[in-house]
Antibody, heavy 126, light 110 residues
Framework: QVQLVESGGGVVQPGRSLRLSCAAS????????MHWVRQAPGKGLEWVAVIWYDGSNKYYADSVKGRFTISRDISKNTLYLQMNGLRAEDTAVYYC???????????????????WGQGTTVTVSS | QSALTQPASVSGSPGQSITISCTGTSSDVGGYHFVSWYQQHPGKAPKLMIYDVSNRPSGVSNRFSGSKSGNTASLTISGLQAEDEADYYC??????????FGGGTKLTVL
């Protein structure tokens, strides 16, 4: 079945780095744009980043721009989020999610995310 | 970054209809057809309920409908059921090529 499984979360000190992974299965990973979305404890959803189906474009929330990098490895059907310079405010559950539209570009990558992982928890604390 | 405005809470009795609003600007909700709605139960991942303003994914009940007028999008749930009690989030593409979420609305079924 169509599935996304995140991993790589944990407890990390401020300023350190962490890389999250999202393993995709049950669909043609290379045909879909992918997002990272996070949710701080007791708070709402916050979009983090998107990568188009072909990896040609990547966009980031202002809160993570310059610190986080989204990427994908088609050969491994895996999405990544490299997080550098972590701050306490980055503490959250991180979800990967699939854009509903195949071969999306521009706004069509953001019309809806139809498959979500279960989330991985990142805690930034000294 | 886009910050869409939703009511913090709404409530309704079983069988009734409720509407959740999502207000943005011409740079997000009003400017694009890329508005979506998500349902989230406690401790669970969000679930897509509406995409591209008014389309329902396969498997989502037709009691859920979406619309947009100007800078405000709306999610309507008819025939409220106990299982509809959850948090609901809207999102919209923005002119910065980013995505913004609303603050979320807690739906209580009385």
């Amino acid at each position: 079945q169509v599935q996304l499984v995140e991993s790589g979360g944990g407890v990390v000190q401020p300023g350190r780095s962490l890389r999250l992974s999202c393993a995709a299965s049950g669909f043609t990973f290379s045909s879909y744009g992918m997002h990272w979305v996070r949710q701080a404890p007791g708070k709402g959803l916050e979009w983090v980043a998107v990568i188009w189906y072909d990896g040609s474009n990547k966009y980031y929330a202002d809160s993570v721009k310059g610190r986080f990098t989204i990427s994908r490895d088609i050969s491994k059907n895996t999405l990544y989020l490299q997080m550098n310079g972590l701050r306490a405010e980055d503490t959250a559950v991180y979800y990967c999610a699939r854009a509903w539209k195949e071969y999306c570009s521009g706004g069509s990558c953001s019309g809806g995310m139809d498959v979500w992982g279960q989330g991985t928890t990142v805690t930034v604390s000294s | 970054q886009s910050a869409l405005t939703q009511p913090a809470s709404v409530s309704g009795s079983p069988g009734q209809s409720i509407t959740i609003s999502c207000t943005g600007t011409s740079s997000d909700v009003g400017g694009y057809h890329f508005v979506s709605w998500y349902q989230q139960h406690p401790g669970k991942a969000p679930k897509l309920m509406i995409y591209d303003v008014s389309n329902r994914p396969s498997g989502v009940s037709n009691r859920f409908s979406g619309s947009k007028s100007g800078n405000t999008a709306s999610l309507t749930i008819s025939g409220l059921q106990a299982e509809d009690e959850a948090d609901y989030y809207c999102s919209s593409y923005t002119s910065s090529s980013t995505l913004g979420f609303g603050g979320g609305t807690k739906l209580t079924v009385l």
